[in-house]
């Protein structure tokens, strides 16, 4: 439910000039860079106000603390990591989609050797256990990504492309673990590998229940 | 290839006596707690201070600085990650030991209400674009972790247990994978419902490839 300080916010935003927008933009995308490359805790007020050219006041003229700022920069980052994934995530209800969606996955992150890996996933280990709100809008985000993934499946289930034991749900959430765990394992170390092998064997799992 | 450097610290941990031995653990292991919670980049040199009772002259005694601190740290952190899934990660070369390995993680997690996920995964975020030797050191810890799950599964591939066009090592891989991000969701949405989904998805895969 919105509070009515969510409200007074989404009014304030709405009435942006965009010229402010183009603005508090550039804070985001600056501050989803810095923190994308080294972290929220190294990535002080002053350091996204130099590389987005801002002062102070502009900045906490759209920001009240760091806080609200790594929350804008999760919104943001969702937002480009879904887009990323368009025109197949969206509609990812044949084996053909999931292959294409996997390629592209595959593709965009040896276009990146493998650097920065998930802009939401890196988050998580520094927010978990000290920023609950900003834990909460990760949740959401996840579940949107959870979201796309499962409705494919679930359309596949439903025109009775997969069998009826098998859990579109649950392959849903598999999936979208192994690509989590693949985009970490292959930032690390700097190749697809990890990335391939984690998506290819739950794509071949989900494969198994074809009908 | 160990660097005279590696050897002149490998010597002189040699020469540590037991008093110095415990204090460098009480270092490392605040850092480990600290680190976990909160991050690296939030994790100050005097919170580690503070927290291991110990002064700044000490705690430089051991480390040079806070790089080598982290580097510790992942040490240590691999050393329990890998002594917490014993005796079945040494051995994972059955479906039974392979099950068994996988309910001792989820009742890991479960005890632990899915907090600090996985304390080594959690760092790849903040290390692998800025640290290049604590990046490097991940990698090696991974790999230790990966030859365990693969040579489980290859003597079961050359004992003819897995079919001969399944590939262990790419299982294997798998496996690390699903359990990354399964640790990584889990620990966001403080469920276990992920890691389940992604292990049991890739334990499933690798089953269906029993002769």
Redesign the interface.
Known sequence: MKTSDDLNKTLYKLKLTSKGQATRNRIVEAAADLM????????SVEDVQRLAKVSASQLYHYFSDKKELVRAVIAHQTEAVLDAQQPYLSKLDSFEALQSWRDLIIEIQTQRQC???CPI??????????EEEA?SE??SC?AQWEAEISRGLHEMYNRGELRSESNPA??A??????????L??S???REV???A??L???L??IR?FAT
């Open positions: 994308s490359e080294r972290g929220i805790g190294r990535t650097k920065t890996g996933g890196s988050l998580v280990g520094e927010i978990s256990e000290t834990r990760l949740v996840f649950s392959l959430l598999a999936l979208l673990t192994a690509l989590q765990g693949g970490l394992l930032q690390v170390r590998a990890p990335l092998a984690g290819d064997a739950v071949d799992h198994s």
